[in-house]
């Protein structure tokens, strides 16, 4: 049976916020944080959560914390990386990724990913939904690695790639579509105003 791991994305420098770690801002009953971890739980039996800086100041969310091993905020695949490392030292075969900041992801997006990886035979697979302009918006950081890719990944990033498409095109991704429901269910929080909506979205649909 194929082992699996959740690892949540909170590396990144949050500048259109300000600066600082946006997940521990207030949402609802907990934080954006928290409520990320609460709609991924269900979905696998562990979790691991990539930031940078201190860890301690995650310390109340209970989760092992690992930080990026590529210097220089090198964007989401360092968290993956640095996601993947800690899954092969504890036997894991497979990772999903998902961003710190978008609360609202669907509640089957591990197993839809994990079928659609297996399904169309590639080692990685990543949420993609419809687009009015473009035909399909893709949803990089929420994703399935094969943990076996994390030399390849190491030595891209070494390299200097930076962005998430140009790997994953190249080793074969499933791309996953999830529908859009009565709102964005990727819809993520960059800004002060996008709290805001998220606040509305928890009250009006009971997130």
Same mark, same amino acid.
């Given at each position: ?16 916020? *300000? ?6 801002? +207030? ?6 944080? *928290? ?22 100041? !995650?310390?109340?969310? @209970? ?8 210097? *220089?905020?090198? @964007? +989401? ?8 490392? /800690?899954? $092969? ?14 609360? !609202? ?10 079928? *659609? ?12 939904? +419809?687009? +009015? ?11 399935? /690695? ?8 190491? $030595? ?10 140009? /790997?994953? @095109? ?38």
């Amino acid at each position: 049976m194929t082992e699996l791991a959740g690892v949540i994305l909170a590396g990144g420098q949050s500048r259109r916020m *300000g600066g600082g770690d946006k997940g521990l801002l +207030p949402l609802g009953d907990t934080t954006l944080l *928290g409520q990320v971890i609460r709609r991924l739980r269900p979905q696998v039996p562990q979790m691991v959560l990539n930031a940078n800086g201190d860890p301690a100041r !995650f310390a109340d969310y @209970g989760l092992p914390v690992v930080a990026d091993s590529i210097e *220089g905020f090198a @964007g +989401p695949l360092a968290g993956v990386l640095a996601g993947m490392d /800690w899954a $092969a030292q504890k036997g894991i075969d497979k990772i999903i990724t998902v961003a710190a900041d978008t609360p !609202f992801f669907p509640d089957d997006l591990v197993p839809r990913l994990v079928d *659609g990886a297996a399904a169309q035979n590639t080692p990685l697979a990543m949420a993609v939904t +419809p687009d +009015p302009e473009r035909g399909q918006a893709r949803h990089p950081t929420f994703g399935l /690695w094969d943990v076996a890719l994390r030399d390849d990944l190491r $030595a891209a990033l070494n390299d200097g790639l930076r962005k998430v498409i140009l /790997w994953t @095109g190249a080793k074969g991704c499933a791309q996953v579509k999830f529908p859009l429901i009565s709102f964005d269910p990727f819809f993520n929080v960059n800004t002060p105003e996008d709290i805001t909506t998220a606040t509305q979205l928890l009250e009006e649909y009971g997130l």
